[in-house]
């Protein structure tokens, strides 16, 4: 298995306060992902990095920021947590990406309510 | 945006073969891919096509059309264990994937 950890792995917390999951590699993969998770929707890409500083948005970026400020972490933090942002969270490695083989590896997701 | 189309739920018998069907965008195009999913668990990889035609792996196989903007994923012997739900993943211009919703596959005995 990759060497990807989430954490934390599971997280209850209020309407409005900051919440930052943390995604760390082992494995110096030079991307790095974070999808959300819902009940019909599939993965969907909330940012993304390409290298230590570069991140890009996804499809859904919206009350979501990033940052990595080296190769083996990158942070996701909700500035300020809605109901609507309760789901599973997954952080994902790819080396292979703009190769046309693009192999992205997952870490075992965090689950996170948000009441 | 792009998107891909999927069949919500397929059901099959244990022994079987299962074919997850796949249609997707042709915009910024470079890929297709599948991943496998568990009850609870993390998505894993499972296959990838660039070129047409089909890619075997085991049990399961890969194929894709790009004149049809179409693949399948095609799963041999079914096994129980092979419950699980099924995303096809579209690799585009930058270095992102596109997954579709997923394919939730039943195994009965």
């Known amino acids: 298995d990759a060497g990807i950890t989430q954490s934390p792995r599971h997280k209850v917390t209020e309407t409005g306060t900051p919440v930052t999951l943390r995604c760390h590699q082992t494995e110096n993969h030079r991307y790095m992902y974070w999808y959300r998770q819902d009940p019909g929707h599939g993965l969907r890409l909330i940012h993304y990095?390409?290298?230590?500083?570069?991140?890009d948005k996804g499809e859904v970026s919206d009350g979501y920021s990033v940052s990595r400020s080296k190769t083996e972490d990158f942070l996701l933090t909700l500035e300020s947590a809605t109901s609507s942002q309760t789901s599973v969270y997954f952080c994902?490695?790819?080396?292979?990406?703009?190769?046309?083989?693009?192999?992205?590896?997952f870490g075992a997701g965090t689950r996170l309510s948000v009441l | 945006g792009q998107s891909l189309e999927q069949p919500s739920e397929v059901t099959a018998v244990e022994g079987a073969i299962v074919q997850i069907n796949c249609t997707y965008q042709?915009?910024?195009?470079?890929?297709l891919s599948w991943y496998q999913q568990h009850d609870g668990g993390a998505p894993t990889f499972l296959s990838y096509n660039a070129l047409d035609g089909l890619e075997e792996t085991g049990r399961f196989s890969s194929f894709l059309s790009r004149s049809d903007s179409y693949g399948y994923l095609l799963l041999q012997e079914l096994q129980m264990k092979d419950s699980a739900s099924y995303f096809c993943a579209q690799e585009g211009s930058s270095y992102k994937l596109i997954f579709g919703s997923g394919t939730r596959l039943l195994v009965r005995p």
């Open positions: 994902a490695i790819s080396e292979t990406a703009g190769t046309n083989q693009n192999i992205q590896y």
């Open positions: 042709t915009s910024g195009f470079y890929g």
């Open positions: 990095s390409y290298g230590v500083k570069d991140t």
